[in-house]
Nanobody, 122 residues
């Protein structure tokens, strides 16, 4: 059975950086993504990558600051977050889909991790 485990969250000051990791076990899925949920808000799309081709896409709010990547040999997806802002504070979730088609919707992802907390102080 597929399992996703996030790590790398923590407390950082504005302008700092963090790298989140999502390790998966079981079979490899076709597409991986990061979503986040801030207190009192709905879950929102952050970034996605296709496992085979490495095609990436980002939410406008994180373009030029965040980078999603994957290491096929390590079965791991990463989210490098630079120039962090207080508004980036949220629980970050790794998600995966059996469909390689580009999607920004939570409904299109079949598997989810438990989330990792990112807190950015001003």
């Amino acid at each position: 059975q597929v399992q996703l485990v996030e790590s790398g969250g923590g407390l950082v000051q504005a302008g700092g950086s963090l790298r989140l990791s999502c390790a998966h076990s079981g079979r490899t899925l076709s597409r991986y993504a990061w979503f986040r949920q801030a207190p009192g808000k709905g879950r929102e799309f952050v970034a996605t990558v296709s496992w085979s081709g490495g095609r990436t896409d980002y939410a406008d709010s994180v373009k030029a600051r965040f980078t999603i990547s994957r290491d096929n040999a390590k079965n791991t997806v990463y989210l490098q977050m630079n120039s962090l802002k207080p508004e980036d504070t949220a629980v970050y979730y790794c998600a995966a889909s059996t469909d390689f088609s580009l999607s920004y919707s939570i409904s299109d992802y079949n598997y989810w991790g438990q989330g990792t907390q990112v807190t950015v102080s001003s």
